[in-house]
Structures are given as structure tokens and as C-alpha cells.
């Protein structure tokens, strides 16, 4: 293996126990990590000696001999491969055990002063805690095993009775990125929701690694609560790559987000200026607590009370979101179920008729790189409705034109039915 930085970094990328961590720590670890060789017989680490560092395998075997002395001592010797790593976890300041190499071998190893790299504030960023971003707090999850990940609803989070869908989208592309190497980014995801998850309870994602190529993988992610599998997600990531280019997709000619009102801005000019709303209606829906959403929103016209199956409307995340492109394409995936589905009931909208609307399921392709904190135009529309579910159609466009996703999206449409006073999700 030629070790220039980015081969180095793809290597450390393929190691379970790095691959939580953000993508710059990766790139740190890549700087500063030295090279050992051994030949057959030399040893590796002593029992008692102290431990300098983290070592991780590059090439070759060494065996592991359990320590002298203690209940320990009867167990088997076992084997390191490739990818496999030790001198790091334990309490101790000395090796627990000895390590002898057993064909020519060749260690990675991040000395003992770079351990603070091991150990990054969030899945995000190694330095900080997300205060600034609420929807970097919402991708936050917590590492329980490899493979194995913790999210959680928040109190300030959009959740509509149940879990919100671009929530599980968002949770599971992350759990799914922090299982491959950093290197390669996510190019198209297909999601299902099967059951409404509980916003009370806390969610478990199972990655499956389904496939390391040496351009491509593929995990599969399952959602739980209970036990009972809510949502799955199937990802595809590649590796960077010069290709063929063409865009064919035009952005509509739309007025500046500048020059448009955001959600909470015309929420309140309904309840201040809207003379069709009565005045205990305003002051109703004044005391009702709400919270803006983490995404800006700026409409770009009214189409719902035109009836039009389309829409238009630039958004972006609230607040500075970590410079890592697996979190930008989280919080795009995240958005993107926001205000989507809703649109294929804009030609059925009629005075007090309430319609149901809950994302069936949502497929995204990634074409280009994407700046979540900045202005992005979201153009959906929907071709269909029929036989209760309502079809949409999305392209997100970036300032300078550039296509930068293309969604799709089922979604179940009905009239709305009258509900007990606490519906609970039925886990
Ligand atoms: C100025 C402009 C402002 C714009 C403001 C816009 C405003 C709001 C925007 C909100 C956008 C919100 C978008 C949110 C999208 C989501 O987050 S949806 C959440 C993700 N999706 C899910 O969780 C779906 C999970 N899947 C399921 O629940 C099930 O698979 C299924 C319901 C799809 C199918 O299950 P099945 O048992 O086979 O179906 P049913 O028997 O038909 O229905 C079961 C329960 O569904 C509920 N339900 C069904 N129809 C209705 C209805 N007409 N009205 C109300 N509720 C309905 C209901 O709980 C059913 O259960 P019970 O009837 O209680 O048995």
C-alpha cells in the first residue's frame, strides 16, 4: 500500500473502532499516525511494559498471549489480523498482555498524546458540542456497539404525533455514514416507513454492512423501538470520481430568499394582520406553544390556496452547521421530508376538510456536494395522486443553479378521521 495522506486515511476509515468518529479527527489520526515494521518472532508490546500508543494492524498477524499469572492465563492464545488493534480501552497504563508477531508485520500506531483524538466531543466534531446547530444536536447519536447507535427525539424537535420521518431519514444516513470509510459519501438513499415511532422513546439503529467495495458501499439500516422495526433505509456510497457531466434540470426563475417572508414571519402577519382570522381565533392560536423548525423556510409563492400540485421554496439549516459534507447530507436528507408530501394535497384543499398525510416512503440521489446552511431552492411537484396515495416529485437547486438532489417520494393521503384525545403510536 502507497502511504500518501489519502490512502492512510481510506485504510483508518475501514476500522470499526475509528469509524464513529468525525471525519476530521480521520484526517488528524492520518497526519500524525507513525509506522512500525516487525519481522516473524519480534515483539510487539510486553506484559508490563508501558503502553505508547494505540496500534492497529496494517498488514500481516501477531498473536496474543494471555496474561502470566492470573484466571486469564489458561485462556487460548488468539489471533490479530488486519484492522485489528490493542494498547487502547484499558485502564491500565502497561500492557495486559504480550504481543508477538507472527509474519512480517506492519503497525499503524497513534502515540499517547494524539489519544484526545479518540475521543471527539460528538460524532460531528471533536472539538465542540453542537451548540450552535439544534439539527446537528438532532444527528447526534450515541455509539452503544460498532454498527450499533442511539438517537434520540428532542424536546425542541418537529415532531407531528409521532416521529417526525425526515428525523429517522436523518438518524439513519448518519448511523449508516459513521460505518464507512470517510472518504466515501453517500449517493442515494431508499427509505420505508413501516410503524410510527414514539417520540418518548429513545431509537435504536442496526447498521448491516452489506457491501465494502473498493469505489462503493452499501449498508442497510434498521430503526427500532421495542424491539419492533419502525423504518429501514438501504444507502449507496461511492468515493469521489471524474465522470461525464451534464444538467439538463433548469432552476425556476424564482424571486431571492432575500425578498421572501420565512414560516415564522408569516405566521405572525396572519395573526396581526389577516383580517379573515377572528380575533379569538388570533389570540388561540397566539397562546399555542410553538417552536420554530430547525430549517428556515421561505415560500416562494402561495400555490396551496391555488390548488396547484407544485411548490417552491428556499430553505436551509438554522445556525453553523460542523464542516463535515456526511452531516450536510444528513440535514438536506432531514429537510427534505419537511414540507414534500404535503403538496400532493394542494389540488384536493377545501374549507374544512382536514387531510391526513404521513410519508410512506422517500428515495434521494445526491448529485453534487451540498451546503445545508446555505440557501437551497426546493422544486416539488406532484404528478399524482390516486388510490390514497399521493406521489411527489423534488429537485433542490443550489444558488448558482447547480442541480444538487433529485427525491421522490409516496406518501398516504386521506381525509382526515376523527381522533381519540391521545393517540399513541402503536408499537
Ligand atoms: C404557510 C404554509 C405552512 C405550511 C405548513 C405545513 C403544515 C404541515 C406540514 C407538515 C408536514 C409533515 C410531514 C411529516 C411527514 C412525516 O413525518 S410522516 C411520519 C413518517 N411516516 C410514518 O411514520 C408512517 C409509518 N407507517 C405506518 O404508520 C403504517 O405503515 C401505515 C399507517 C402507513 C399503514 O399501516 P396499516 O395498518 O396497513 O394502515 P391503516 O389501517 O390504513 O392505518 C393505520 C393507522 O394510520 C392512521 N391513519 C390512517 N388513516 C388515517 C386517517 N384518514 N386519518 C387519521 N389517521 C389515519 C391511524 O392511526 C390508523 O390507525 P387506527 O385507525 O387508529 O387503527
Avoid at 420505508?192 to 457491501?211: E, K, M, N
Avoid at 428515495?363 to 390514497?388: M, Q
Wanted: net charge neutral; aromatic share 8%.
Amino acid at each position: 500500500m502507497g502511504r500518501d495522506r489519502e490512502d492512510v486515511t481510506e485504510f483508518l476509515g475501514q476500522v470499526p473502532l475509528l469509524q464513529c468518529l468525525p471525519g476530521s479527527s480521520i484526517r488528524r489520526i492520518a497526519e500524525v499516525v507513525q509506522v512500525r515494521s516487525y519481522e516473524p518472532g519480534d515483539y510487539v508490546a510486553r506484559e508490563g511494559e508501558p503502553v505508547d500508543g494505540l496500534y492497529i494492524i496494517l498488514d500481516g498477524q501477531a498473536e496474543v498471549s494471555a496474561p502470566a499469572n492470573t484466571e486469564e492465563a489458561n485462556r487460548p492464545d488468539y489471533v490479530l489480523n488486519k484492522y485489528d488493534y490493542f494498547g487502547y480501552g484499558s485502564n491500565s497504563s502497561v500492557h495486559q498482555v504480550t504481543v508477538v508477531a507472527l509474519s512480517k508485520l506492519t503497525c499503524f500506531i497513534l502515540p499517547n498524546q494524539y489519544a484526545h483524538l479518540l475521543q471527539p466531543k460528538t460524532i460531528w466534531n471533536p472539538e465542540e458540542t453542537p451548540k450552535h446547530s439544534l439539527l446537528e444536536q438532532i444527528l447526534h447519536l450515541e455509539p452503544l456497539e460498532v454498527d450499533i447507535f442511539r438517537g434520540f427525539t428532542l424536546p425542541e424537535a418537529p415532531t407531528f404525533r409521532h416521529v417526525f420521518g425526515g428525523q429517522f431519514i436523518g438518524q439513519a444516513l448518519a448511523a449508516a455514514s459513521k460505518t464507512v470509510d470517510c472518504l466515501k459519501m453517500v449517493h442515494s438513499l431508499h427509505a420505508v416507513f413501516l410503524v410510527a415511532g414514539d417520540i418518548d422513546i429513545p431509537i435504536i439503529y442496526q447498521v448491516h454492512r452489506a457491501r465494502d467495495g473498493s469505489n462503493f458501499a452499501t449498508r442497510k439500516v434498521e430503526a427500532k423501538q421495542k424491539g419492533l422495526v419502525l423504518f429501514t433505509l438501504i444507502a449507496s456510497f461511492q468515493k469521489e470520481e471524474v465522470g461525464f457531466e451534464h444538467q439538463a434540470a433548469i432552476m425556476p426563475d424564482v424571486p431571492p430568499p432575500e425578498q421572501l417572508l420565512n414560516l415564522e414571519e408569516l405566521r405572525e402577519r396572519r395573526l396581526t394582520d389577516d383580517p379573515r382570522f377572528p380575533p379569538q381565533y388570533r389570540s388561540l392560536a397566539a397562546n399555542k406553544k410553538f417552536t420554530p423548525w430547525p430549517i428556515e423556510i421561505r415560500l416562494c409563492e402561495d400555490s396551496a390556496s391555488q390548488h396547484k400540485p407544485s411548490l417552491n421554496y428556499w430553505f436551509r439549516a438554522r445556525g453553523k452547521l460542523s464542516d463535515d459534507q456526511a452531516l450536510h447530507r444528513c440535514v438536506v436528507a432531514y429537510a427534505s421530508d419537511l414540507l414534500y408530501s404535503p403538496v400532493s394535497r394542494h389540488p384536493h384543499l377545501a374549507k374544512s376538510l382536514e387531510i391526513h398525510v404521513l410519508s410512506l416512503n422517500h428515495s434521494i440521489w445526491f448529485h453534487k456536494p451540498v451546503n445545508a446552511d446555505e440557501w437551497l431552492l426546493y422544486v416539488i411537484e406532484s404528478p399524482s395522486a390516486h388510490g390514497g396515495r399521493g406521489f411527489v416529485t423534488g429537485r433542490m437547486f443550489n444558488r448558482q443553479g447547480e442541480l444538487i438532489m433529485s427525491l421522490t417520494q409516496e406518501a398516504l393521503i386521506r381525509r382526515e378521521k376523527p381522533r381519540g384525545r391521545n393517540p399513541r403510536p402503536k408499537l
